[in-house]
């Protein structure tokens, strides 16, 4: 399968907890990006790397969050203290960056975390 | 914030062709129209896309108003596996690489069930 792959696929975790996610691009996929989907709402966008860049951060990315693409191919995200709120499906999706454009991102099935 | 208007669901006959209407009165000229589709506890995946000339491929058809303020996704003969939330998306055509343009952001989408 040469698609986005995350890990794990579910999560559960008590309140105060670390987690972290896994994600892994489509080979050769420059632009990675992490959203977070809440039951009913569409993914909200948190943050994109441009290889090992990470050129923009939503607001929504608190202090608790951290993400990382160290080598330019697979990403983690860190959620540190965990809360309840942050219960969520979270999306990882990767595209080509070219000079004439970028292509469609391709989303992986995403990592369901749950905080009790 | 989303920059579309979407119904928030839809109803279509299996075998029929589904219809579904976005709203988009403020994309510039710079931007696509792009859709996904989510099916329920997956990662969005993506359809189609066009800039002003209708468009068509293997899963769906694109007609964009010649004004561009409005679009609609057609699903030639939808069947069961079609039901799914639809997300309309306007995105900056990223003109130069490593630009910031691109990502996608999300409204709640139109949730199209099929009916037998």
């Known amino acids: 399968d040469t698609g986005v792959s995350q890990n794990p696929r579910h999560k559960i975790t008590k309140r105060g907890q670390n987690v972290t996610f896994r994600c892994d691009p489509i080979?050769?996929?420059?632009?990675l990006y992490w959203y977070r989907q809440t039951l009913g709402q569409g993914p909200e966008f948190l943050t994109y790397?441009?290889?090992?860049?990470?050129?923009?951060k939503s607001r929504l990315l608190s202090d608790r969050f951290s993400a990382e693409r160290p080598k330019g191919s697979f990403s983690t995200l860190e959620i540190q203290r965990t809360e309840q709120g942050d219960s969520a499906m979270y999306l990882c999706?990767?595209?080509?960056?070219?000079?004439?454009?970028?292509?469609?991102?391709?989303f992986g099935q995403g990592t369901r975390l749950t905080v009790v | 914030d989303a920059k579309t208007t979407q119904p928030p669901s839809m109803d279509c006959a299996e075998g029929r062709a589904a219809n579904l209407p976005c709203n988009h009165s403020t994309i510039s000229g710079n931007e696509y129209v792009y859709w996904y589709r989510q099916i329920h506890s997956q990662g969005p995946q993506y359809i189609i896309h066009g800039l002003k000339n209708n468009e068509t491929n293997e899963m769906a058809s694109l007609i964009i108003t010649e004004d561009r303020k409005s679009s609609t996704l057609i699903l030639p003969h939808a069947t069961l596996r079609d039901t799914a939330v639809y997300y309309c998306i306007v995105r900056v055509a990223q003109m130069n690489y490593g630009g910031s343009q691109g990502n996608l952001i999300f409204g709640k989408g139109t949730k199209l069930s099929v009916k037998p």
């Open positions: 999706a990767s595209s080509l960056d070219r000079r004439r454009g970028n292509t469609e991102a391709f």
């Open positions: 080979s050769e996929h420059n632009r």
């Open positions: 790397f441009q290889n090992e860049a990470q050129l923009e």
